[in-house]
C-alpha cells in the first residue's frame, strides 16, 4: 500500500492492518463498502483503499483482479482457534504478472498477487497483531519477514513464483503461526480478509479464491 501523510494513524498506512480499521479505527482514506447488492460473499466486505480491486464470483471462487489499486474483502468475526486451529483456503492465477524489479520486503513494492490475512486485535490499538499468507514473486515457501510498514503484521511465504494455472491448496495451524512469528499464544482471531494489490507497483494481477475458513483438522 501507498503510504499517506505523517498525519494519518499508523494502521491507515499499513496495508496488513488496513483492514482491521473497520472495527478498531476510523477509516481515514479507507472507504468501507457494505454488501447492499449482494454482490460479495455473504457477511464479507470490501475495504477500498487505494483504487480498487474488482471482485466477482467466477466458476465457484471470487476473482480479484488488480490494475495499479488495492482493496480487500474482510469478514469481520470471532473464532475460537482453541476449537478449530487451522485456516484452510485455495487460491489460483492463470498467469503470474510482469512484476517491476523492486523488492516485495521494501514499501514500494509490497504487492502481492494473492494474500490470505488473519487479524487478531489486542486490548489497545497497537496491540493489534497480523499475518499475511502470500504468493510471493521473489521469495520461497517459508520465508518470512516483518511488513515494511510496521511489525504488528508478519509476511508468511505459502507460495513462491511457481503453480500458475493450478488451483493451490493451503492448511494452516494459526495458532501455532502467532506464536512462531509473533510470540503470543492467542485464543481467537477477529477477522480474515483477502487482497490482491498491484498500487505499489503500478501492475496488474489477478487471482481467484475459494474462500478461507477455519475448521478443527487440516
Known amino acids: 500500500m501507498k503510504t499517506r501523510s ?13 483492514l482491521m480499521s473497520l472495527a478498531v479505527w476510523p477509516l481515514g482514506p479507507a472507504l468501507a463498502v457494505a454488501d447492499a447488492a449482494g454482490a460479495l460473499p455473504e457477511g ?5 483503499f487505494s483504487g480498487q480491486t474488482h471482485y466477482r464470483q467466477v466458476e465457484g471462487c471470487w ?11 474482510v469478514l469481520e468475526s470471532r473464532v475460537n482457534v482453541s476449537q478449530t486451529p487451522w485456516l ?11 512484476w517491476p524489479s523492486i523488492s516485495e520486503r521494501s514499501k ?5 498477487l494473492a494474500r490470505v490475512y488473519v487479524i487478531h486485535k489486542g486490548w489497545l490499538p497497537w496491540q493489534t497483531r497480523a499475518i499475511n499468507y502470500v504468493w510471493s514473486r521473489e521469495a520461497r515457501v517459508g520465508e518470512h519477514w516483518p511488513n515494511p510498514f510496521a511489525d504488528q503484521a508478519h509476511m508468511v511465504v505459502v507460495q513462491g513464483r ?21 510470540g503470543i ?22 487471482a481467484c479464491y475459494r ?8
Not at 476473482?63 to 474483502?73: C, I, K, P, Q
Not at 477477529?190 to 489477478?206: G, K, L, P, Q
Open 63 to 73: 476473482r480479484g483482479t488488480s490494475d495499479n489499486a488495492a482493496s480487500g474483502l
Open 44 to 48: 464479507w466486505r470490501e475495504v477500498r
Open 6 to 18: 505523517v498525519t494519518d494513524s499508523v494502521v491507515q498506512c499499513i496495508p496488513a492492518l488496513l
Open 88 to 98: 484452510v483456503w485455495s487460491w489460483r492465477a492463470s498467469t503470474l504478472p510482469a
Open 108 to 112: 514500494d513494492g509490497d504487492d502481492f
Open 185 to 206: 499464544e492467542v485464543e481467537r482471531i477477529d477477522a480474515v480478509a483477502i487482497m490482491t494489490d498491484t498500487d505499489n507497483t503500478a501492475s496488474r494481477a489477478e
Open 162 to 182: 511457481t503453480g500458475a494455472g493450478e488451483w493451490q491448496h493451503f492448511a494452516r495451524d494459526v495458532r501455532a503461526d502467532f506464536l512462531r512469528y509473533h
Open 211 to 218: 474462500l478461507p475458513v477455519f475448521q478443527v483438522r487440516r
